[in-house]
C-alpha cells in the first residue's frame, strides 16, 4: 500500500520533469529534466520490483542508471560541440574582443 | 527464557527497522516530489540544478537506504548499495559537466529581481547574438 503511494509520487515528480522538458526554455534545461527523470526511473523499478515482489527488478535498474549517466554526458557533449561547430565566429569575436 | 527474550528482542528490531524502512521511503518520496515542483517553477537552469539536486541525493538516497532496510542483508541490499553508490557519483558529475556546458554555451545565472528565463527567451540553445552582444556592451561599459 504505501509502496504503490509511493511509485505514484514517483510518477508525478517524473510527470513534473517532463512539464520542464517540455517548457525548455533552453537546451540544458531539456538535459537536465531528462536526467532528474532518468534518476527517478531508477527509483520506481526498483520500487515496483518490491511492490510486485519481485526485487530481481533491480538489475534492470542498475542497467538504466548506468545508461541514464551515459546518456547525459553523451547529450552534453553533443550540444556543447554542436555550439562550437557553429561558433566558428564567436571565436573570431574572441579575438576581437582580446585585440 | 533466556531464549523467548532473545527472540522477543530479534523481533523488536526487526520492527524497528521496517518502521525506519518506511519512514525512509516516505520521505524520500517527499524529497522526490520537493524536487520536482522546484525543477517547475525555480527561475532558470542554474536554480533549476539545485532543485534536481534534492531529487539526485536526498530522493534517492532515502528511498533505497529504505529499501535496503526492508530487505535485511542479502544480494538485494548490495545492488541497491551499488546503485545507490552509482548515482552518488554519477550525479555531481552529471552536474558539473551540465553547468560547464550551459555557461560556455553562454546561459549566465539568474540573479535577484531579474525576470524568469522563460520573460526573456522563448526557446533555443541560449540567449541569441544580439542579446549578448548587448550583455557584453553592458560588461564593458561597467568596466
Known amino acids: ?3 504503490a503511494a509511493v511509485t505514484l509520487a514517483l510518477l508525478v515528480a517524473m510527470a513534473m520533469a517532463l512539464g520542464r522538458a517540455w517548457l525548455g526554455p533552453t537546451v540544458y534545461d ?3 529534466a531528462l536526467n532528474t527523470f532518468g534518476t527517478e526511473t531508477v527509483l520506481v523499478i526498483a520500487v515496483v520490483g518490491f511492490l510486485f515482489g519481485r526485487p530481481e527488478f533491480l538489475d534492470i535498474a542498475i542497467l538504466y542508471a548506468l545508461i541514464n549517466f551515459i546518456g547525459t554526458i553523451a547529450a552534453l557533449k553533443f550540444f556543447k560541440f554542436g555550439d562550437l561547430g557553429h561558433g ?5 569575436d574572441d579575438e576581437e574582443g582580446a585585440a | 527464557m533466556d531464549a523467548l527474550a532473545e527472540g522477543s528482542i530479534a523481533a523488536t528490531i526487526a520492527t524497528a527497522a521496517e518502521v525506519l524502512g518506511w519512514i525512509c521511503v516516505i520521505a524520500g518520496a517527499f524529497f522526490c516530489l520537493v524536487g520536482g515542483i522546484g525543477l517547475l517553477r525555480m527561475p532558470d537552469m542554474f536554480t533549476r540544478m539545485h ?3 534534492v531529487t539526485d541525493t536526498m530522493g534517492a538516497g532515502l528511498i533505497l537506504a529504505g529499501l535496503a532496510l526492508h530487505e535485511g542483508f542479502t544480494l538485494i541490499t548490495v545492488k541497491l548499495g551499488f546503485i545507490l ?5 554519477s550525479s555531481p558529475t552529471a552536474t558539473h559537466a551540465l553547468s560547464q556546458a550551459a555557461l560556455a554555451g553562454g546561459l549566465t545565472p539568474w540573479r535577484k529581481g531579474e525576470p524568469r528565463d522563460s520573460e526573456v527567451y522563448s526557446t533555443g540553445p541560449g540567449p541569441s547574438k544580439e542579446e ?7 560588461a564593458s561599459s561597467k568596466g
Open chain 2, 85 to 89: 553508490l552509482f548515482i552518488v557519483f
Open chain 1, 30 to 32: 531539456r538535459i537536465l
Open chain 1, 88 to 92: 566558428l565566429d564567436y571565436e573570431e
Open chain 2, 51 to 53: 532543485a534536481a539536486g
Open chain 2, 132 to 138: 549578448k552582444a548587448t550583455a557584453r556592451e553592458e
Open chain 1, 1 to 3: 500500500m504505501i509502496y
